[in-house]
């Protein structure tokens, strides 16, 4: 069984050490028809909607890695984005 996967896209493993976006599903916000959840840690910003679209970007995610509001509104994993360094 895998413990860990890691999928190369060919883009640099780089990154800067803190995410700056965290995203998470909340099924209370299901019947708004917007239930995933965007935290923006550098605009201090929290904010609901249907999709989400990132460019240039590492993403990261662990099981039971959600901490404050997340963990707090019931979820267990949360998908990080960090911001890849310039080369």
Same mark, same amino acid.
């Given at each position: ?15 800067? =050490? &803190? ?8 099924? *209370? =916000? %299901? %019947?708004?028809?917007?239930?995933? /959840?965007?935290? =923006?840690? #550098? &605009?201090?910003? +929290?904010?609901? !909607?249907?999709?989400? #679209?990132? &460019?240039? /970007? !590492?993403?990261?995610? &662990?099981?039971?890695?959600? !901490?404050?509001? *997340? %963990?707090?509104?019931? *979820?267990? !994993?949360?998908?990080? +984005?960090?911001?890849? =360094?310039?080369?």
């Amino acid at each position: 069984m895998w413990s860990k996967t890691q999928i190369n896209l060919g883009r640099s493993e780089r990154m800067k =050490d &803190k995410p700056i976006i965290r995203l998470w599903y909340c099924k *209370a =916000d %299901k %019947k708004s028809g917007k239930p995933i /959840v965007v935290q =923006d840690l #550098e &605009k201090g910003t +929290i904010n609901n !909607t249907d999709s989400i #679209e990132y &460019k240039n /970007v !590492t993403v990261r995610m &662990k099981f039971n890695n959600s !901490t404050g509001q *997340a %963990k707090r509104s019931g *979820a267990t !994993t949360i998908l990080e +984005i960090y911001r890849n =360094d310039e080369e």
